[in-house]
DNA sequence: CGGAACGTTGACATATATCAAAGGGAGTGG
DNA sequence: CCACTCCCTTTGATATATGTCAACGTTCCG
């Protein structure tokens, strides 16, 4: 059984970001400070402002961090699916998560505890490099999103979502198939809205045949002006 | 002259989140990668999207740091004042700055050699570990921002940015009197708004005899009541 | 002194949230 | 295999906060 978990745990250190590229001693010693934890959908890791005594990796499935309104709104900071690891900042800030983080898929976790990460941070410079970069990107996307909620609609966010979606799969010639990835629930909160304006955004989209929309299944069909919409 | 340049180096060194703690040695080195500028206010010190070949520390005066939407509204992630850095992470990813940043009041700055900062990085994991904490901090910021931005009304906003400039002087009896250290202008575009429903929201806080305000000093009649509105 | 930037106020426009309702899909249980 | 429920999604009518535009007084600084 313990070889099954070191198994799970190598694994996941493998298609993880933050230590992928970590040597084989420097494994063995974040073994020491991880756990594997199982967790079904809809299960509540932290709450905002809890203690943060670890932090996580996703093996499998996909967790939402998200701040909450006094009424209930919510506004989701990043989706973190396998190999991205969430909630590090918190360790450095006071000792509070800043927000809170819900499982929306059931997920595999690494879970990494604090004091013994920090302890060997100091004697692992590599480590602190690639936790630099990590944070490098994740301000980026944060800088990103702030700009993106001050200074345009929703139509606009839409837009820059859907062109981020399809820039992986470079620029193949129309009509380019996508699958959204998360409910359409789920996109408006990470977009900074509510379903209902979502929906109509889609809707203005479809009318000046830019894209289809079926369900789940989204056709670009006019890149051009979707990137003019998102502001170039 | 050199050695006046050298003390003004320490100087700000040594007032600096990221350097203060640092040992003789690291701070030789630091040196090497350091240069001093002076620019008066208005100067633009680099556009969303130009090459980031340095970062930036501030020894006297105010810097802001901030995004730009394609017909000119602004919203500022930071302002920047002695001691603080800036535009550090955008040496991390992509090595392009993800805002823009124009200096808001005379100001000397320290602008740091990317190339030589990064390759001492790696023999000085004491800067690292100082870097990963200033990340964390903003992150954190960022994070609020985020969430105020999305899911709170402007007077709220600007409840919470009164009761944070209010926290620093402790709970003294009221009233507590503050001054503003922006002009409105910039605290409104701090805020996400326009000077228009700044000052609305101003108004308002007035009318409920929660403050009074004159020009650039604020009078908190009411900390309770300010608490209540900004969500606790 | 005079112009420019700042701050405030008013009337108005508009994007987006809210509330209410109804139509699917997917899964569950009979 | 059907019926039922739950959740997601969409649509419509309405409310509201905030941005826009214009005007005016103030302060600041050359």
Redesign the pocket.
Same mark, same amino acid.
């Given at each position: 059984m313990l070889r099954t978990t070191g198994f799970y745990l190598r694994h996941i250190f493998k298609i993880s970001q933050l230590f992928s590229r970590l040597d084989d001693r420097a494994l063995d010693e974040l073994e020491q400070a991880s756990s594997l934890k199982n967790t079904p959908k809809g299960e509540l890791l932290f709450y905002e402002g809890d203690a943060a005594t670890s932090f996580f990796v996703v093996g499998r499935g996909k967790v939402k961090v998200f701040k909450l309104?006094p /009424?209930g709104?919510e506004q989701i900071l990043l989706i973190a699916g396998p190999g991205d690891s969430f909630a590090e900042a918190a360790m450095f800030t006071g000792g509070k998560f800043p927000a809170s983080a819900q499982v929306l898929e059931d997920a595999e976790l690494l879970v990494i505890n604090r004091d013994r990460f920090v302890s060997m941070l100091e004697r692992n410079p590599g480590i602190a490099l690639n936790l630099i970069a990590e944070f490098s990107v994740l301000l980026h996307k944060l800088a990103r999103l702030v700009g993106e909620l001050?200074l345009? /609609?929703?139509?606009?966010?839409l837009a820059c979502y859907l062109l981020d979606r399809i820039e992986e799969k470079a620029a193949s010639s129309e009509p380019i198939t996508l699958t959204?990835s998360?409910?359409?629930?789920?996109?408006?909160s990470l977009l900074?809205?509510?379903?209902?304006?979502?929906?109509?955004?889609?809707?203005k989209l479809t009318r000046d045949g830019i894209i289809t929309?079926d369900?789940?299944k989204i056709q670009i069909l006019d890149t051009d002006r979707l990137r003019e919409i998102a502001g170039e």
């Open positions: 309104s /009424d709104k001050s345009t /609609d929703v139509t606009t966010r959204l998360d409910k359409k629930t789920v996109l408006a900074g809205t509510i379903p209902e304006t979502l929906s109509r955004s889609f809707q929309v369900g789940a």
